[in-house]
T-cell receptor, first 113, second 116 residues
């Protein structure tokens, strides 16, 4: 148990579907992150939220839409994805932005068909 | 810009042998450095981190890493490999400058295989 829970663990969706990934942290942290892990590529930061405000959008296409309704929850809304978006999506949290330890969830394995 | 290079995408050792996973970084400011481990179908777990205190950092599961500024390296070692160490290992760097968002820059990862 890492304190960061992601649901669902696995998701298969068509290119015309709309789905959402959910992340919940039980650690009282103020910063939350979405990372993408594709095969044969380094993990890539997608979004950073601090105290529910987005502070970084790492040139992510608009078909990915994050939402942070409170400091414990982070969503990634997906629509009209492409097969190359298939990857493991990892959520992480840290006490604050900056140089503190990030705790990762187990990830959502997304397959776009 | 910061970057991380992990030398060797696959490392194979025998059980009981020394584990050495290499990581070199590039950073224009003094960095924070991390090693994470990922088991199959799992998220990332922090093994250890360097944040400017002692240059030799001890982590969980018997792992340690040494920060060498002159070599811009942060190699991960373990004296004796165990079968349960088989996993993928990631080195990461974070900027300690002002305005830092906590963004981690990861290396490509090294898969450690442990042979009986």
């Amino acid at each position: 148990e890492t304190g960061v829970t992601q649901t669902p663990r696995h998701l298969v969706m068509g290119m015309t579907n709309k789905k959402s990934l959910k992340c919940e942290q039980h650690l009282g942290h103020n910063a939350m992150y979405w990372y993408k892990q594709s095969a044969k590529k380094p993990l890539e930061l997608m979004f950073v939220y601090s105290l529910e405000e987005r502070v970084e959008n790492n040139s992510v296409p608009s078909r990915f839409s994050p939402e942070c309704p409170n400091s414990s929850h982070l969503f990634l809304h997906l629509h009209t994805l492409q097969p190359e978006d298939s990857a493991l999506y990892l959520c992480a949290s840290s006490q604050d932005m900056g140089n503190t330890e990030a705790f990762f969830g187990q990830g959502t394995r997304l397959t776009v068909v | 810009a910061q970057s991380v290079t992990q030398l060797g995408s696959h490392v194979s050792v025998s059980e009981g042998a020394l584990v050495l996973l290499r990581c070199n970084y590039s950073s224009s400011v003094p960095p924070y450095l991390f090693w994470y481990v990922q088991y199959p179908n799992q998220g990332l777990q922090l093994l250890l981190k360097y944040t400017s205190a002692a240059t030799l950092v001890k982590g969980i599961n018997g792992f340690e890493a040494e920060f060498k500024k002159s070599e811009t390296s942060f190699h991960l070692t373990k004296p004796s490999a165990h079968m349960s160490d088989a996993a993928e290992y990631f080195c990461a760097v974070s900027d300690r400058g002002s305005g830092n968002t906590g963004k981690l820059i990861f290396g490509q990862g090294t898969t450690l295989q442990v042979k009986p």
